[in-house]
């Protein structure tokens, strides 16, 4: 099936629970995962907002406990004056440096595929400064009615 072939469901439909609302409750609990990774990316300020530099956290549970266990900095690629002033900050701290190539592949993938959970403030937007291509929606707008 291409993409051309694709088309909108919608449902509707009335159930009967077997079991009381409460019971379902208390029987549902989410799996935590093991690792965390939490990050944030400052921007530029004019209208395209472009990456600036970013700080996360990767941390793992340890009996009911959030250890940090990497913690770091990636700045933007082709840009050595940034990346030098940063490489100031961290000297002599437990921050780790790269640019946002290397946290991508190097962190945020392989925590991505370790099934732990992303947190970022706004995650759409933070993942997209991050992003390498985007592509335009398959949907195409409704032509306006005369």
């Known amino acids: 099936m291409n993409m051309a072939e694709r088309f909108d469901l919608y449902f509707r439909t009335h159930t009967v ?5 409460k019971e379902r409750r208390a029987a549902w ?3 935590t995962p093991e690792f965390a990774l939490i990050f944030h990316c400052a921007t ?3 209208e395209k907002q472009d990456l600036l530099f970013g700080a996360y956290i990767c941390a793992q549970q ?3 406990e959030w250890i940090a266990k990497e913690v770091g900095l990636f700045g933007r690629d082709g ?3 940034e990346l030098r002033i940063l490489r100031r900050f961290v000297r002599d701290s437990a921050f780790e440096l790269g640019t946002v190539d290397e946290f ?3 962190v945020f993938l392989k925590y991505l595929k370790a099934g732990a959970l992303i947190v970022a403030y706004g995650a759409p937007f933070q993942i997209s400064r991050i992003a390498v291509k985007w592509n335009q929606s398959f949907k195409k ?4 009615e005369p």
């Open 17 to 21: 629970p077997v079991k009381e609302q």
């Open 29 to 31: 609990r989410a799996k």
């Open 44 to 46: 530029t300020p004019d």
């Open 62 to 64: 340890i009996d009911g």
């Open 79 to 81: 840009h050595p004056e």
């Open 104 to 106: 991508r592949r190097k």
């Open 141 to 144: 707008p409704a032509k306006p």
